[in-house]
Structures are given as C-alpha cells and as structure tokens.
C-alpha cells in the first residue's frame, strides 16, 4: 500500500537522492533542457521549481538559500541572470515534462525536461499563432459597421 508516500526514494540513499537532485537541478538550469527518466523527472519538478521560485527575489539571502541547495556558483548566476528575470511574472510551473520512448537496455520510460520560457520552437509556434488574426463567427462585426454606418449619415446631415 502507499498510505502517505510522498516521495519517490528512487532506490537511493537521502544522502545519494539529495546530490542526484541537486546535480539534475543544476544541469537544467545551464542547460535549460536534460533527459532523464520519468521518475526523476517527476521528483526533480518537486526539487526545482521551489529554487526558480526563490530565484525571483534577488538578495543575499535568497542565493544563499538557492546556493545551498545547487551547490554550484554558475547555476546560481544563471538562475538570477537569466532564467529568473524570464519567469518574473509568470505563478508557478516552470518546467514542463515531455515524454519519450522507453530506453532499449531496461526499457524505462524516459522523458525530457525543460524550462518552458526557454523552448525556443514552442515560443516560435506560439508567436506566429498570436500574429495571425483572429476571427470570430459572432455579429459584432455588423452591429459596430451598422454603429459606424449610422455616425457617417449623422455626420453628413449636419
């Protein structure tokens, strides 16, 4: 049974689970992108976005924090150089988990992980999506030409 299981011991230590979390955490954040499998892709969300949170506010005291849990000076700039001003306004879920096809030795079930602001095609996609124009199969059309039809004849009367 899973009464109260929150965590998903991957198999390993607290010692070893944390420096795997802490090592994963620091390579998506330079690299804004890791493949890993899905349970630790799923663990690593719960590990990573609290950091990305905390990496909004830049203060002594916040990377400090964050430095305790990356362990690494350049993942640290890089989150408050980079990644954090990108994700300022946006409330939560930094990162996205696509999943790939089972890996051939043990055929574990895979996944990418990546910083969504960073996916450089899916903001390209969404661009060209927000520029074409939209249309829309209401009457608001007629109803503000009838308007603008109605303000001309007044126009020309006067």
Partial sequence: MRHGKTVN???RTASHRKA???NMATSLII???ITTTLAKAKELRKYVEPIITKGKEDSTNSRRVVFSYLQNKDAVKELFS?????VGE????YT?????MNRKGDNAEMAIMELVDFNEAMLAEK???SAAKKTTRRAGRKKKEA??????TENAAE
């Fill in 9 to 11: 011991h991957l198999g």
């Fill in 20 to 22: 795997l979390l802490s």
């Fill in 31 to 33: 690299h804004k992108r």
């Fill in 82 to 86: 980079a990644v954090a001003p990108k």
């Fill in 90 to 93: 946006r409330p939560g879920g």
């Fill in 96 to 100: 996205r988990i696509l999943k790939l």
């Fill in 127 to 129: 661009g060209s999506k």
């Fill in 147 to 152: 308007a603008g039809e109605n303000t001309a």
